[in-house]
């Protein structure tokens, strides 16, 4: 539906995407996840038609935004980071003006407004000035106007910043319902939206891309060695050394203190049989064990190894070419 | 491109925005109405208003970047901009939409204006051939302002200081018809026809005169298409170096 190729943009010569490749897929939601400043609204805007590129072609459905522009952009609804709304316009004539903008059909004009309207729960303030809604509202007004001209991509630039926690879950659940027969592409930074809407991200960090995959994949590559989560009572350093002298413990990573006397450790195994062995020990040395249980990352936590492993990655590179001998320590 | 042209009527008509300046630029022509009237001889047959505008363009043109000064400044900073370039407008009919509403407001300000030459032909006698030429002189006059204005709107992106700017640059023409008429420019005629090429007042004054010069039309036509084509490409210029 949307194919992004070798796509770039400076800023001068500052880099804001460099060289980036995805695509989007007929009736998927694909989440756009980075950190701030990482090239997530540069990217929509040059999708949307509003930024053109540095290098690299962007199609929308056949149509290359910058050659095709007007027919590219009939199949576009775009939602920026600020609503694009007029302070001195009424809902409705504000979703009238903008339905006739994109070349809504007069007799459709009256139709799409209203559907649009109820999607967003907004039809009791039609008669409201856009300058005196909350925060919230105008967030769903600009959100109504995206999908005027019934457009087959969506493009939500962080479309729940500023709502109530009952408004996230409603227009979650809209980008689930309209992700049936539109392809969407949205962006955030708060990665457990991220989860609960998205079937895959694209994770983006200083205009480059981080990794694409399904939520799944990412969380189970990113346990591929097994990670424990321990809570048991006993001395820390003890319990430490203990663990360590286990074979098939490759690291004790995180500790943390529950109460006095309880800790919660995060060991790092070779395969998942060496519970046995640390349970066993651990019952041999009279520490009791709270609780344990295999660690899954989430998204969270995905997102920031990734960023985290680039770093060391460039890093790595930098020591390498200084021909320094030290490699960097692996624990984190 | 008419949802856009209706929506920036609208406005303009839905506020108090046009009605104050329509009213601001009526007062003008009455002030300028009283004292051409004050001044009539007893030798006057028919009432001649083209001096009226000839006489206060400095006052005339002081309104024209008020009404231009938020075309595009607004939206930049509203970041509605965003809206109307994601749209499947081209650059070219959004500002060519902005600009015929802008010219639809300027329209009715002068009609507005009709007032006075119809209520003086009930007692006198007013010569409406000359009188029609000099509207229309006006009108094409205009155009360049709007199309100026609109250009500075969309280039500082700041509706006081575009609205500044628009008064320095509109006076300054009728400055470059004055140091036409000095003696050393007169000296040169070269110069001096230079000079007079590229003064809009001196076009204006066949106009006021009764007199319809292709020339002069052309002129006002070409420097208004020029002046828009430059906005159009400012536009789409910031969107490549967008920061």
């Known amino acids: 539906m949307v194919e992004i190729k070798n796509l770039s943009k400076y800023y001068g010569r500052n880099p804001a995407v460099k060289g980036i490749d995805f695509e989007i897929r007929d009736n998927e939601i694909l989440g756009f996840l980075g950190p701030n400043g990482a090239g997530k609204s540069t990217t929509m805007n040059i999708i949307a038609g509003y930024l053109p590129s540095t290098g690299g072609t962007v199609t929308v459905n056949g149509f290359d935004i910058t050659e095709q522009a007007s027919e590219a952009k009939k199949c576009i609804g775009y939602l920026p980071e600020i609503p694009p709304v007029y302070p001195d316009m009424r809902v409705e004539e504000y979703l009238n003006f903008v339905a006739g903008l994109k070349g809504v059909p007069r007799a459709e004009r009256k139709k799409q407004v209203e559907d649009s309207m109820e999607k967003l729960h907004i039809t009791d303030m039609r008669r409201r000035l856009i300058r005196n809604l909350s925060k919230g509202y105008k967030q769903r007004v600009g959100f109504a106007q995206a999908l005027l001209g019934n457009p087959k991509i969506l493009i939500l630039d962080e479309p729940t910043v500023g709502l109530d926690p009952s408004q996230v879950m409603e227009v979650r659940n809209l980008i689930l319902e309209l992700g049936k027969d539109h392809s969407v592409i949205f962006s955030s930074h708060i990665l457990a939206e991220v989860s609960a809407v998205c079937e895959r991200v694209v994770i983006i960090n200083k205009g480059e891309i981080m990794a694409i995959d399904t939520i799944e994949n990412l969380e189970k590559n990113m346990t591929a060695d097994t990670v424990l989560n321990l809570t048991a009572d006993g001395d820390k350093d003890k319990i430490i050394r203990l663990l360590k002298d286990i074979r098939g413990v490759n690291a004790v990573s995180e500790v943390k203190e529950i109460s006095e006397n309880r800790n919660l450790y995060q060991i790092e195994l070779k395969e998942e049989a060496v519970r046995n062995e640390i349970m066993s020990v651990l019952l041999n040395n009279q520490c009791s064990i709270v609780e344990m249980n295999l660690a899954k990352l989430n998204l969270e936590q995905v997102f920031m190894k990734i960023i985290q492993e680039k770093k060391k990655s460039s890093l790595e590179e930098l020591i390498e070419e200084t021909n320094n001998s030290n490699p960097y320590d692996e624990e984190v | ?243």
């Open chain 2, 1 to 243: 491109m008419f949802s856009l042209y209706k929506k920036e009527l609208q406005s303009f008509f839905f506020s108090p925005f046009a009605y104050v300046l329509t009213a601001l630029f009526m007062l003008i022509f009455s002030f300028a109405f009283i004292s051409s009237i004050a001044s009539i001889d007893s030798n006057t047959l028919k009432f001649s208003f083209p001096n009226i505008f000839y006489d206060n363009f400095f006052f005339f043109i002081f309104i024209i970047p008020i009404l231009t000064m938020r075309s595009f400044a607004d939206e930049r900073k509203g970041g509605t901009e965003v809206l109307l370039l994601t749209s499947p407008l081209s650059v070219g009919k959004i500002v060519l939409a902005k600009f015929l509403s802008i010219l639809t407001v300027f329209a009715v300000m002068m009609i507005a204006t009709l007032f006075f030459p119809i209520y003086t032909s009930f007692n006198g006698q007013v010569m409406w051939s000359s009188l029609i030429c000099a509207y229309l002189g006006f009108f094409l006059w205009g155009m360049v302002c709007i199309a100026v204005g609109m250009l500075l709107s969309s280039l500082t992106g700041n509706a006081i200081i575009a609205a500044i700017l628009g008064e320095i640059i509109m006076e300054g023409t009728l400055l470059v018809d004055q140091i036409g008429g000095t003696a050393l420019v007169n000296a040169y005629p070269n110069l001096n026809s230079a000079i007079s090429w590229i003064s809009m007042q001196r076009r204006f004054v066949f106009f006021s005169q009764g007199m319809f010069r292709l020339e002069d039309f052309i002129f006002f036509l070409s420097a208004t298409a020029v002046v828009i084509c430059w906005n159009i490409i400012a536009i789409e210029k910031r969107r490549w170096s967008h920061s």
